[in-house]
């Protein structure tokens, strides 16, 4: 079982996920919804594992980046 996260932790991981953001919907490069047409849930649920992997894949880059590979 995993440690409960201390707030400070929290606030420190949701900070990194802001930062990250825009790199992370560049990565993701999912379109917006078409004018009125709304998402279904399947689609939304696809939408945010795509936006979860490029997330991993974000933090990934700027890690690598900022250890000079």
Not at 6 to 32: H, N, Q, V, W
């Amino acid at each position: 079982m995993s440690q409960p996260v201390s707030k400070d932790e929290m606030l420190k991981r949701y900070r990194e996920f802001l930062d990250l953001l825009p790199l992370t919907l560049a990565i993701a490069g999912l379109p917006p919804s078409e004018g009125q047409r709304y998402f279904t849930p399947e689609q939304m649920e696809l939408r945010g594992q795509v936006l979860q992997n490029a997330f991993k894949v974000a933090r990934s880059v700027v890690r690598e980046a900022v250890r000079g590979g």
